[in-house]
């Protein structure tokens, strides 16, 4: 809007308790990514992202024990039998692991494509924006 930017007084000009003026710069700053970014890295993430100088880390075994809490409730959606001793075994739903694999071998929901030597980041990304048809899900049967 040409009235708006001819309503902005030199930065150097500007009295800092002039709402009108803010405003102003506001309308016409708001959306810029630099300024946008600088609000961010100057004034949001100190305030929200405190960095400690050391970190509290522990494994799943070390948090899933007795040595810190003496009730466990928890659930994960990677079926895994590595827990510790003392929260027994773990109780699959029956079926689940059959169904999950029958659903990924039919053919008429998934595929295996093979990915040739020397692939990258960028070159797996290229291949998936550019299949036809295209893909509905990426699943990573890692777990399994």
Known sequence: DPDLLNS????HMIDFKDEE????LFLLLRRLPQ???WYLCNHVFPLTMRFQPQKL?????EVGGDLVFGRRLGFSGTPSNLLPVELGTCCFEKGDDGKILHTLTDPSVAFIDLIPDGWSVESILDRIAAADPPFHALIDTGAL
Do not use: C, D, R
Not at 8 to 11: E, G, K, N, Y
Not at 21 to 24: A, I, K, L, R
């Open 8 to 11: 902005v007084w030199p930065l």
């Open 57 to 61: 880390s522990a494994s799943g075994q």
């Open 21 to 24: 003026q803010f405003h102003v």
């Open 35 to 37: 300024v946008v970014e």
